[in-house]
């Protein structure tokens, strides 16, 4: 069954970008402990899975992406990795066969601190995100507006309509979120989602 981890992507979870605060060292060490506890059914291959974007300075990949390499680093992952910048998504196939990281963030208009203006719809969106991945709503998710999500900000929109049509087609077996706050006015999750097969599944 495929185990999902889901993290946020903001460039704090980056080591030693903080200075000597570091401000990103619990959400960071949040972030690996369930990359590595999902990582103990020892996948054959890691797909990573984020939105696109501009190249992260030094690297050729987006900053969601760059975000959950340098998290499968830390987590000590040496085997075989793939990356899905969205629209391209791992295959049902693909699925069967490994573990996947999921970045997404939530509303990035939630307060005075946030990178956009405060949103009053903000905070609403963001609950519905989190209940979803409590319950394993994969409903839910898949159907998040994508329009509200590009107004609100909300960079993990497309990650987490994602992530419920696998658990539509899949079948959600277990879900746990393991860490929720929006400390810079930006929404931020991890949780966790096993899957199970289904008759729609490999």
Known sequence: ?????????????FSGLGG???PGAELR????EAIRDALADAPAVVHLVGAGGEPWPGTRLPLSVAVGSHLLDLAGWQGPRTHHV???EPTDADLAAGAVLLMGDGSARRSERAPGHVDPRAEAFDESVEEALVKGD??????????????LM????????????WGLTW???ESQLRWAGAPYGVG???ATWRLEPSPGAP
Not at 1 to 13: A, D, E, K, S
Not at 29 to 32: E, K, L, M, T
Not at 138 to 151: I, S, V
Request: with cysteine.
């Open 1 to 13: 069954m495929p185990n999902i981890v889901i993290c946020p992507h903001p460039p704090l979870l």
């Open 20 to 22: 000597f605060a570091d």
């Open 29 to 32: 060490s949040i972030c690996v």
């Open 86 to 88: 969205l629209p391209e």
């Open 138 to 151: 994969a409903e839910a998710l898949a159907a998040l507006d994508p329009d509200l999500g590009a107004e």
């Open 154 to 165: 909300a960079a993990g929109t497309e990650a987490f309509r994602a992530l419920g049509r």
């Open 171 to 173: 079948g959600v077996a």
């Open 188 to 190: 931020y999750w991890v």
